[in-house]
């Protein structure tokens, strides 16, 4: 079992910045993938960045790109999402996901966390 909290979001004016942590606990949470994923009201839940358990190769979804970087310190078990230049259309609960092999866009992670809120004001 892995365990998952995040922190970190509020309420910003566009082109504001944002740091969301993702604090991980249990079994081994360094030997996973991680990722966030949002959900904006009435949307499906989205894929966003993920990064490896080794912390090298990222990804990321085309409209945070240049944006948004996901990085990971797993001596600390925490993975990050440092969000530039927010955008109302950012607008979303947040949330925290870890997978065993490897990073994925589909939503088949094995682990979420509980989310956090961003809002993004114009």
């Known amino acids: 079992q892995v365990q998952l909290v995040e922190s970190g979001g509020g309420l910003v004016q566009a082109g504001g910045s944002l740091r969301l942590s993702c604090a991980a606990s249990?079994?081994?949470?360094?030997?996973?993938?991680m990722a966030w994923f949002r959900q904006a009201p009435g949307k499906e839940r989205e894929f966003v960045a993920g990064?490896?358990?080794?912390?090298?190769?990222?990804y990321y979804t085309d409209s945070v790109k240049g944006r948004f970087t996901i990085s990971r310190d797993n001596a600390v078990n925490t993975v990050y999402l440092q969000m530039s230049s927010l955008k109302p259309e950012d607008t979303a609960v947040y949330y925290c996901?870890?997978?065993?092999?490897?990073?994925?866009?589909?939503?088949?992670?094995?682990?979420w966390g509980q989310g956090t809120q961003v809002t993004v004001s114009s």
């Open positions: 996901a870890a997978r065993l092999y490897g990073v994925t866009q589909s939503r088949s992670y094995d682990y």
């Open positions: 990064v490896p358990w080794t912390g090298g190769s990222t």
């Open positions: 249990g079994r081994t949470p360094s030997s996973y993938a």
